[in-house]
């Protein structure tokens, strides 16, 4: 639900009440669209004008001590609830008042969902859980509501219960399931002239803050850089996402983001730091019919020149995700730790 307290807000109160929506979408007065079980449905409800849809954002945005007004048209905020809601209006939004509400789901999901979704396997899950106790640094890639949070969520649930784990997000949605987590929220400046909170300065002030794992909601900025210097610098098994449609692509928006912090870093020190903090990269797409999948989980294998090679340990073939033959060479590390994989995983035909 998107609310605890029994507050109406007009027609699609029937939409937040119904578990089946993911999130609801209002594109002005006369256009309501929900997401459900993963596609995107036009609804018959309705506002009756502009004036009906900005009662409701006062609504939202009161009791958060927010406001929404010509001057600041935009706003981002997470409801007591859990659910994020984003805000436009006009002059920003063309056509009249638009509202995003992503719902917070409230049950736990946890890797045989996954595997019942069709988004990995039973063999898959056994060894993404056996890298995340092996500690190491593993990025989940994808586009937007691909499920990338929801894996990254179940990945840091195989991080062992006498860990300190330290979480750092733009909007609070991860759910740790461990005794001993510290979780910190970036927020922006508000009308009042509070400074922001940035992501970047909430993962540079978490490396004081003795963190055995370190799990960033999704990485967009100059945080980047921050990141693979605490990956670099002891601190592995940490996790976090990225929007990128291929892992390749993925390398790409972190060599970019990283030269977003400012930095007058050569590209070939950015790559050979990228080449030494990243082990994996889990990619994870959305398809047309809705489903969220696993298609590649891909092995960050050093330098060749100035190329960081890859190579693939499992991909989506027919619809199932299944080994390419490779073994990968973490696999002697975590065997030292004695985390062994099981017999036949990386076969072919065994996916």
Do not use: W
């Given at each position: 639900?998107?609310?605890?307290?029994?507050?109406?807000?007009?027609?699609?109160?029937?939409?937040?009440?119904?578990?089946?929506?993911?999130?609801?979408m209002?594109?002005?007065?006369?256009?309501i669209?929900?997401?459900?079980?993963?596609?995107?449905?036009?609804?018959?409800?309705?506002?009756?004008?502009?004036?009906?849809?900005?009662?409701?954002?006062?609504?939202?945005?009161?009791?958060?001590?927010?406001?929404?007004?010509?001057?600041?048209?935009?706003?981002?905020?997470?409801?007591?609830?859990?659910?994020?809601?984003?805000?436009?209006?006009p002059?920003?939004?063309?056509?009249?008042?638009?509202?995003?509400?992503?719902k917070?789901?409230?049950?736990?999901?946890?890797?045989?969902?996954?595997?019942?979704?069709?988004?990995?396997?039973?063999?898959?899950?056994?060894?993404?859980?056996?890298?995340?106790?092996?500690?190491?640094?593993?990025?989940?890639?994808?586009?937007?509501?691909?499920?990338?949070?929801?894996?990254?969520?179940?990945?840091?649930n195989?991080?062992?219960?006498?860990?300190?784990?330290?979480?750092?997000e733009?909007?609070?949605?991860?759910?740790?399931?461990?005794?001993?987590?510290?979780?910190?929220?970036?927020?922006?400046?508000?009308?009042?002239?509070?400074?922001?909170?940035?992501?970047?300065?909430?993962?540079?002030?978490?490396l004081?803050?003795?963190?055995?794992?370190?799990?960033?909601?999704?990485?967009?900025?100059?945080?980047?850089?921050?990141?693979?210097?605490?990956?670099?610098?002891?601190?592995?098994?940490?996790?976090?996402?990225?929007?990128a449609?291929?892992?390749?692509?993925?390398?790409?928006?972190?060599?970019?983001?990283?030269?977003?912090?400012?930095?007058?870093?050569?590209?070939?020190?950015?790559?050979?730091?990228?080449?030494?903090?990243?082990?994996?990269?889990?990619?994870?797409?959305?398809?047309?019919?809705?489903?969220?999948?696993?298609?590649?989980?891909?092995?960050?294998?050093?330098?060749?020149?100035?190329?960081?090679t890859?190579?693939?340990?499992?991909?989506?073939?027919?619809?199932?995700?299944?080994?390419?033959?490779?073994?990968?060479?973490?696999?002697?590390?975590?065997?030292?730790?004695?985390?062994?994989?099981?017999?036949?995983?990386?076969?072919?035909?065994?996916?």
């Open positions: 639900m998107l609310r605890d307290a029994p507050v109406s807000y007009g027609p699609i109160d029937v939409l937040l009440s119904d578990d089946s929506v993911d999130e609801v209002i594109n002005g007065p006369g256009q669209y929900v997401e459900q079980r993963g596609k995107l449905i036009e609804t018959t409800l309705a506002y009756r004008d502009d004036a009906e849809v900005l009662r409701l954002i006062e609504q939202i945005v009161a009791p958060l001590g927010l406001t929404v007004n010509a001057a600041h048209p935009i706003c981002d905020c997470r409801l007591p609830g859990g659910s994020r809601v984003n805000i436009i209006i002059p920003a939004a063309v056509d009249g008042p638009i509202v995003t509400i992503r917070f789901k409230k049950e736990h999901l946890g890797v045989p969902d996954l595997i019942e979704f069709g988004t990995l396997t039973a063999d898959v899950a056994a060894m993404l859980g056996l890298c995340v106790k092996g500690r190491l640094n593993i990025v989940v890639a994808g586009g937007t509501g691909c499920g990338k949070t929801t894996t990254l969520n179940i990945l840091s195989f991080i062992p219960d006498d860990e300190r784990i330290v979480t750092v733009d909007t609070a949605e991860l759910r740790l399931y461990k005794r001993h987590v510290v979780r910190l929220e970036a927020r922006p400046a508000d009308l009042r002239g509070t400074p922001p909170i940035t992501i970047r300065e909430l993962v540079h002030n978490c004081r803050m003795r963190p055995e794992r370190i799990v960033v909601g999704e990485i967009r900025g100059g945080e980047a850089f921050d990141m693979l210097q605490a990956m670099n610098t002891g601190h592995d098994g940490s996790l976090t996402t990225g929007h449609n291929s892992p390749r692509d993925m390398l790409r928006r972190i060599e970019m983001m990283t030269m977003m912090a400012g930095f007058d870093l050569p590209i070939q020190a950015i790559r050979e730091q990228m080449a030494s903090a990243i082990h994996l990269i889990v990619q994870q797409n959305r398809f047309p019919d809705g489903s969220r999948r696993i298609t590649h989980i891909t092995e960050i294998l050093g330098m060749e020149g100035s190329t960081i890859l190579a693939d340990i499992f991909l989506l073939r027919g619809g199932v995700l299944q080994p390419t033959g490779l073994r990968p060479r973490f696999e002697a590390r975590l065997a030292e730790k004695g985390l062994v994989f099981p017999v036949g995983l990386f076969t072919p035909g065994n996916g």
